[in-house]
């Protein structure tokens, strides 16, 4: 069975990185049919679109995030990271980690999701 674990610290300082690393395990992320995303939910909002990578490191950020955030992929290992900086309290959200499966375009992994709240 695959999981996938959100991991990173719950409180974040404005105008610093906010860091998380998503781990993978019961499965292997190298087939290039899987994405993997990173996807928030601010507090009384709606999902939101961070971005997504492979396992080669192609990757998508989402145009209105892409100046201060990167993906990273190592395969090897079975993780991916999520970095955004210069984070601001609008940056406060759950923080999920997902996979689709592109063939059937089927999300079928999902994390629990991580808080991460950005105040002083």
């Known amino acids: 069975q695959v999981q996938l674990q959100e991991s990173g610290p719950g409180l974040v300082m404005p105008s610093q990185t906010l860091s998380l690393t998503c781990s993978v395990s019961?499965?292997?992320?190298?087939?290039?049919?899987?994405?993997w995303y990173w996807i928030r939910q601010p507090p009384g909002k709606g999902l939101e679109l961070i971005g997504h990578?492979?396992?080669?490191?192609?990757?998508y950020i989402s145009p209105s995030l892409k100046s201060r955030t990167s993906i990273s992929v190592d395969p090897t290992k079975n993780v991916f990271t999520l970095q955004l900086s210069s984070a601001t309290p609008a940056d406060t959200a759950v923080y999920y980690c997902?996979?689709?499966?592109?063939?059937?375009?089927?999300?079928?992994?999902w994390g629990q999701g991580t808080q991460v709240t950005v105040s002083s």
């Open positions: 997902a996979r689709l499966q592109r063939n059937d375009y089927v999300w079928d992994y």
């Open positions: 019961g499965g292997t992320m190298f087939p290039n049919y899987y994405s």
């Open positions: 990578t492979r396992y080669r490191g192609k990757t």
